[in-house]
């Protein structure tokens, strides 16, 4: 049997033309699914999209810093060229300003290294591929920023939103490619919230993943 690394230099060597996007994601499933989606409607034989997954023993370490260690262990096993990226894929609300500041100055020290923070969290931007925030009042917007729960075992305002918007949604089952539809509409989107881009982190309502949708897309 092949090892692991045998099988990776393979890979690499199969796409050594393409640019290579390697993504690690705070949640489990949801950012997979959307990226896999993503890249699969955007099949191009100059990107290569490769997402990571979590062993079975590390499923609950989603913090910002877990999912940093996951592209650094990537990035010493194997060889990147210069133009591939690497990008982390985290939401604002459960994390300090601290961790946070942390991870975005190691990430800022690595030129492959790209942070893709959403707040208050992921749903925000698949929201936007179906929802413009900009035409909603200022006190829904408040709620759509704030995200909270109607009650302790309710989910978040956004997910319950999305849910309403979609007609059926759950973090690890879910329709992406009704929403990739929309993508182009969610990139416009984002990219109006984000008002201060020179910023680490939208410090706002807003999500930083529009970058990464357009690179997966091959359209930077």
Same mark, same amino acid.
């Given at each position: 049997m092949r090892s692991r690394n045998s099988l990776m230099r393979e890979r690499r060597e199969a796409f050594r033309d393409a640019r290579l996007i390697v993504i690690a994601s705070e949640g489990k499933d949801?950012? *997979?699914?959307?990226?896999? +989606?993503? +890249?699969?409607?955007?099949? @191009? =034989? *100059? &990107?290569?999209?490769?997402?990571?997954? *979590? %062993? +079975? /023993?590390? #499923? $609950? $370490? %989603?913090? =910002?810093?877990? &999912?940093?260690? #996951?592209? @650094? /262990?990537?990035?010493s096993q194997y060889e990147l060229e210069a133009d591939d990226e690497l990008w982390l894929v985290v939401d604002k609300d459960r994390w300090t300003e601290a961790m946070l500041s942390r991870v975005a100055t190691e990430c800022s020290q690595e030129v492959a290294m790209h942070m893709a923070l959403s707040n208050p969290c992921f749903e925000l931007w698949l929201l936007l591929h179906i929802e413009d925030s900009a035409s909603v009042t200022p006190e829904e917007q408040i709620l759509w920023m704030e995200n909270r729960r109607k009650s302790k075992n309710a989910d978040p305002y956004l997910k319950v939103r999305l849910r309403r918007k979609m007609g059926a949604y759950h973090e690890s089952s879910y329709d992406a490619q009704a929403l990739i539809t929309h993508v182009e509409d969610a990139i416009k989107r984002a990219r109006t919230l984000d008002k201060n881009p020179s910023d680490r982190w939208p410090q706002t309502l807003g999500t930083r993943v529009y970058l990464l949708a357009e690179s997966v897309m091959n359209r930077d």
């Open positions: 949801t950012e *997979r699914i959307y990226f896999k +989606a993503l +890249a699969k409607e955007y099949t @191009n =034989p *100059r &990107v290569h999209v490769h997402i990571l997954e *979590r %062993s +079975a /023993d590390e #499923q $609950n $370490n %989603s913090s =910002p810093e877990h &999912v940093l260690k #996951q592209l @650094n /262990d990537y990035k």
